[in-house]
T-cell receptor
């Protein structure tokens, strides 16, 4: 079956602009995660959705970052007033089993590489 | 919060068995140990998970001693395609205060 997909694969934007990153999870997966990964670092947790609701957004760095999952499937990560420090690969993952637990196998997408000039 | 410590990098040769050890001295009773593999320009991929003793699948084995303060991922007869970063995670991470932390992982480089 299809895996987790993310679009776009690459996004270049200018400082101060607004960007949206999309994640299509595996069909039927109720849990969805967003991570950010900088060069040479492991993925950094941003936010976790259980169904339509953000069950844990404690990893979002500031109020410029926001994510939605209105129908419990596709999710969009939105970044306002982008800064150069936002440049990273943004990874999305989904999990079949509900619950914010790391023993639920997470299936990751290929990521969106965001570059803020 | 169970933190993990693993070597930053390792080198090995094709055909060898590779063992990557992860230390997690503060592991909690309900914590599992999970390993992910990440290739360049890809998202991480689940490899194996265990709670105690030994777990084996078609890709790897995971050895966990009785005190569970460490675990060892064993990759049998590695090939060049096993060159990747390997992350050790510990938890269930059920609470907001218990962050899901991948850490920097172990960068494994397989030589011909």
């Amino acid at each position: 079956g299809a895996g987790v997909s993310q679009t776009p694969s690459n996004k270049v934007t200018e400082k101060g602009k607004y960007v949206e990153l999309r994640c299509d999870p595996i069909s039927g997966h109720t849990a969805l995660y967003w991570y950010r990964q900088s060069l040479g670092q492991g993925p950094e947790f941003l936010i976790y959705f259980q169904g339509t609701g953000a069950a844990d957004d404690s990893g979002l760095p500031n109020d410029r970052f926001f994510a939605v999952r209105p129908e419990g499937s596709v999710s969009t990560l939105k970044i306002q007033r982008t800064e150069r420090g936002d440049s990273a690969v943004y990874l999305c993952a989904s999990s079949r089993t509900p619950g914010r637990v790391s023993y639920n196998e997470q299936f990751f997408g290929p990521g969106t590489r965001l570059t803020v000039l | 919060l169970a933190k993990t410590t693993q070597p930053i990098s390792m080198d090995s040769y094709e055909g060898q068995e590779v063992n990557i050890t992860c230390s997690h001295n503060n592991i909690a009773t309900n914590d599992y140990i999970t390993w992910y593999q990440q290739f360049p320009s890809q998202g991480p991929r689940f490899i194996i998970q265990g709670y105690k003793t030994k777990v084996t699948n078609e890709v790897a084995s995971l050895f966990i001693p009785a005190d569970r303060k460490s675990s060892t991922l064993s990759l049998p007869r590695v090939s060049l395609s096993d060159t990747a970063v390997y992350y050790c995670l510990v938890g269930p991470h059920e609470n907001r205060d218990d962050k899901i932390i991948f850490g920097k992982g172990t960068r494994l480089h397989i030589l011909p």
